[in-house]
């Protein structure tokens, strides 16, 4: 398949000009392969997925967030900033990232964590129509859906907020704890967003308004498996492959029992 018609596939589900003006999306290592057969995919292109992109002879890494956001002084092996792009350039391999556009996306992240926590009648709210808020089918406890969080989404819920009924929420995956005002504004009870900061969660307490941070991975790496399947459906001659390096960045600590 033509690298432009992967591409033309992409900006369709995920048009690159709803993304936010700090964002770089798109293209961001090019490749003299015109031709492309294999695509790993991550949400984020750490050394270990460079590496592993290079070991599964993929012609094209595609992830959420932007391996390259401000300039590079210079593409090193060995400086933190440059190494995986170093590894990719090295091996031929093209990067492809779709950040707060597929934030955007119907069928990107927020709309796919509205489908796994059961979310109905989810709207976008302006101004980005990144976060969406929608009603849960019927109310119960705010420790009840936290528990339900922790158990779609596998991870461990931090609770902002007394217990209370909850039936309106809102979402926003990755680092949302900035705009909850946006989702007291749009009627919520509660906002499930990946990060919050202890600032914001105190605000949004004052606000009325319940917060659950579930995890910046944990909260987008949901939207990976539905994206490859719609780039299955409207790509030909294409493998995708998610990252089995494709790790959180934080852990819980293993127990000693």
Do not use: W
């Not at 900006?11 to 057969?37: H, Q, V, W, Y």
């Amino acid at each position: 398949m033509k690298l432009e018609s992967f591409i033309e596939a992409m900006n369709t589900l995920a048009p690159p000009e709803t993304a936010l003006g700090f964002d770089n999306c798109g293209l961001l290592i090019g490749t003299e392969k015109s031709d492309i057969r294999r695509v790993l995919v991550a949400l984020d292109c750490t050394c270990a997925v460079a590496e592993e992109a290079a070991e599964l002879c993929c012609d094209l890494v595609l992830t959420h967030h932007p391996l390259i956001f401000s300039g590079l002084k210079r593409i090193l092996p060995c400086d933190p900033s440059s190494a995986a792009v170093y590894k990719l350039i090295r091996s031929g391999i093209g990067l492809f990232a779709a950040h707060t556009n597929l934030d955007a996306a119907e069928g990107g992240v927020n709309t796919e964590l509205c489908n796994i926590l059961g979310i109905e009648n989810a709207i976008a709210v302006p101004p980005e129509n990144i976060m969406r808020v929608g009603d849960l089918p019927k109310p119960m406890s705010l420790d009840e859906f936290a528990r339900l969080v922790e158990e779609k989404l596998g991870t461990v819920a931090h609770i902002s907020g007394t217990d209370r009924l909850v039936s309106r929420v809102a979402v926003m995956g990755g680092s949302g704890g900035g705009d909850c005002a946006y989702a007291k504004a749009y009627g919520a009870d509660c906002y499930v967003t990946g990060e919050c900061k202890h600032s914001q969660a105190i605000e949004a307490g004052v606000m009325g308004l319940a917060v659950i941070a579930a995890g910046h991975f944990e909260t987008e790496n949901p939207v990976l498996r539905p994206l490859i399947e719609y780039l299955k459906a409207n790509t030909d001659g294409v493998e995708y492959i998610v990252s089995r390096r494709n790790t959180p960045v934080f852990r819980t600590a293993k127990s000693m029992t």
